[in-house]
């Protein structure tokens, strides 16, 4: 019996290919997403070691418990798996010369923590992206900046203006050009991620809906490093193949505390009769009906819509990313022109806030009455049971009195969510403001239900 199991391993060691393709997708998937990075690693360990010096504060010394206060300082979140002490979206890579470097990955955006917790695919809404690689880089030794300003406001991030910005040096076949095109990059679209996990009831994807949820080339955009040539694309097609059946086997976190079983059945039928026709419904027989809502009637910041624009969206559509699958017409996952924003599926709605698609509601609570949202605020962005607010279920927020001060640093700057200033307007979606506060605490007790 040994020997014949000594035998099949030798010709499983012999066709590997065999094995993996009789590992589900999913399971090839998270393996990739959790052990491997996809752009070219820029940040030496040693600027990791010392951008502390870099700190508002002008720190003496080395935090003593540094890997939490440098997750604390950028909102970054502890590795649920094996990742050498680095937080969810680095991990340690080899460069040129077998030099080691640090790699980040799609897990700085796309993963978070609530009540202490790290998920996969719960949105980051505590990273400060701009302060990150700014300070990264000038710990290297070079100038502390970004081509462009990745994040205005902390919890948010110019993803949209950062995949115009890397297509902009492509040639339709994704070589590189020069000079690079202009495709007429926005600066303040205040993009807050959606979850992973809502992807699997979506027919259409982002917040305007723009792009075809089966479409694996479109999560590939942020590959587009200048290190990252053509070829790269094709190789990994499959892997990322492989990676989006491993979202869609994605689940949320259920909500932890007591939930009002009466109240909630009561919110139930309220939530019927007032969100699910956008929204869907929800338990074993559930609906979703992919409803984009035009910009007229849902009321919200209008500036990430108009963000990308439709030169870009032409380009796109030459692009490789849109040749992924030929119709009769048109390319069938071409990118398309939406009215407006897409409701999204509010499946884990507890864990994901804040809410609207700026991040510019702090709870449900908030989405629920457009009267009591607050003007100007911040937040400990800290993600621990003390930093949350089960009753109107969201973020504590201190209020302010005024915004950011001429003289704070960009860091402190961006710790202030300040809705009047370009993309960050929390007006919209005023569906909830006819409910009364009975009726809106039981939609808010059924919603942790999802």
Aim: charged content about 25%; aromatic content about 12%; overall charge positive.
């Amino acid at each position: 019996m040994q020997g014949r199991l000594t035998i099949l391993a030798v010709c499983l060691s012999l066709y590997p290919s065999a094995v993996s393709a009789a590992e589900p997708a999913a399971e090839r998937g998270e393996r990739a997403m959790l052990t491997r990075h996809f752009t070219p690693p820029t940040f030496s360990p040693q600027a990791y070691d010392n951008v502390w010096k870099l700190w508002d504060g002008g720190l003496k010394e080395k935090p003593a418990n540094y890997a939490q206060a440098f997750r604390d300082y950028y909102g970054m979140h502890e590795s649920p798996y094996p990742n050498n002490g680095y937080p969810m979206g680095f991990r340690e890579a080899t460069g040129l010369f077998n030099r080691k470097l640090l790699a980040s990955d799609c897990l700085l955006c796309h993963a978070g923590s609530i009540l202490g917790k790290s998920y996969v695919g719960l949105p980051n809404t505590a990273l400060d992206m701009d302060s990150l690689f700014a300070d990264l880089t000038g710990a290297d030794g070079m100038p502390r900046k970004t081509p462009f300003v990745f994040t205005n406001v902390r919890g948010t991030t110019e993803a949209g203006s950062m995949a115009v910005w890397l297509l902009e040096m492509r040639d339709p076949d994704l070589k590189l050009r020069s000079p690079r095109l202009n495709l007429e990059l926005k600066p303040h679209l205040c993009e807050d991620a959606p979850a992973w996990w809502l992807l699997k009831k979506k027919k259409t994807m982002y917040h305007t809906g723009g792009s075809d949820a089966r479409s694996v080339r479109s999560l590939m955009q942020f590959m587009m490093s200048p290190l990252n040539g053509p070829l790269v694309f094709r190789k990994e097609e499959a892997t990322f193949a492989d990676i989006q059946q491993y979202l869609l086997s994605l689940t949320p976190p259920r909500y932890p505390f007591p939930i009002d079983r009466e109240l909630a059945k009561k919110g139930e039928a309220l939530f019927g009769e007032s969100c699910a026709r956008c929204h869907g419904t929800y338990g074993e027989k559930w609906t979703y009906p992919n409803k984009i809502v035009a910009l007229d009637e849902i009321g919200t910041d209008p500036t990430r819509y108009h963000g990308i624009s439709a030169a870009f969206g032409e380009y796109y559509n030459r692009s490789w990313f849109a040749q992924e699958r030929s119709g009769w017409l048109v390319d069938e996952y071409a990118a398309r022109q939406s009215p407006g924003y897409q409701a999204p599926p509010l499946d884990g709605l507890w864990a994901t806030a804040p809410y609207f698609h700026n991040g510019s509601a702090p709870t449900v609570a908030d989405v629920l009455n457009s009267k009591t949202r607050p003007k100007i605020f911040t937040r400990s962005y800290r993600t621990d049971e003390a930093a949350y607010d089960k009753g109107k279920l969201g973020w504590k927020v201190e209020v302010l009195p005024r915004g950011a001060d001429a003289k704070m640093t960009d860091h402190a700057r961006r710790k202030i969510y300040d809705t009047t200033l370009p993309g960050r307007g929390n007006g919209g979606h005023t569906y909830g403001d006819h409910f009364t506060d009975e009726q809106r605490r039981a939609v808010i007790e059924y919603l942790k239900t999802l």
